[in-house]
């Protein structure tokens, strides 16, 4: 069964921690994306790769950093410079041929950091 | 730079009436546009996707969206809602050549009165 996965649902740390997200896909999607939901402010880009081993900044990326070893995997971890950590994030993945497709999105985790 | 505005935070309907969400857009050349369904504390499913041609698309659960360039709206549609359609709605927009990078607005709840 094709999908994305995100480990784990729920995430509570302490503050000053780093804390890295999990994000696999089995789709053999090129791009993967990261993003940050909070109420009423809808969903922003942290971070997106289009290719292995290459990595973007989207609108959001201080206080966080990511990797992209493998074509599945794209892991991304909340540092301690992130003011305020907590919120719901949200994995995505596409095809990059064309330039044009829709993206898919893994379940989310939600991380509290307290 | 494209954005994606959605005027309606909270929308509630009835069941069996019929819904619209609006979706207006900003974005010089030709768009390619997305809605997406998000239950709580879950990912986001794509409900339907325009991308150039019959300006009116049917998605799944019996959604449909009209595509008006004159208005730069990507307004969301059904005949009859269910209380199963009780979510929050997001409207995205891409850029060609962007990455494949979306941007979304920041969503409409609907709930449904039995």
């Known amino acids: 069964d094709g999908g994305i996965t995100q480990s784990p649902k729920y995430l509570f740390r302490k503050e000053g921690q780093n804390v890295t997200l999990s994000c696999e896909q089995n789709?053999?999607?090129?791009?993967m994306y990261w993003y940050r939901q909070d109420p009423g402010q809808g969903l922003r880009l942290i971070y997106y790769s289009q290719i292995v081993n290459d990595f973007q900044k989207g609108d959001i990326a201080e206080g966080y950093s990511v990797s992209r070893e493998k074509k599945e995997s794209f892991p991304l971890t909340v540092t301690s410079a992130q003011k305020n950590p907590t919120a719901f994030y949200l994995c995505a993945s596409s095809i990059m041929a064309g330039g044009r497709h829709e993206q898919y999105f893994g379940p989310g985790t939600r991380l509290t950091v307290t | 730079a494209q954005s994606v505005t959605q005027p309606d935070i909270h929308i509630t309907v009835s069941e069996g009436a019929s819904l619209e969400l609006r979706c207006n857009y900003s974005?010089?050349?030709?768009?390619?546009l997305f809605w997406y369904v998000q239950s709580p504390g879950q990912g986001l499913q794509l409900l339907l996707k325009y991308f150039s041609g019959d300006t009116l698309v049917q998605g799944i659960k019996g959604f449909e969206a009209e595509f008006k360039r004159s208005q730069s709206s990507f307004n969301l549609r059904k005949p009859s809602v269910h209380w199963s359609d009780a979510a929050e709605y997001f409207c995205?927009?891409?850029?060609?050549?962007?990455?494949?990078?979306?941007?979304f607005g920041t969503g409409t709840q609907l709930k449904v009165e039995l």
């Open positions: 789709l053999n999607h090129d791009a």
């Open positions: 974005y010089g050349a030709t768009p390619y």
């Open positions: 995205a927009v891409g850029a060609a050549g962007g990455g494949n990078k979306l941007t």
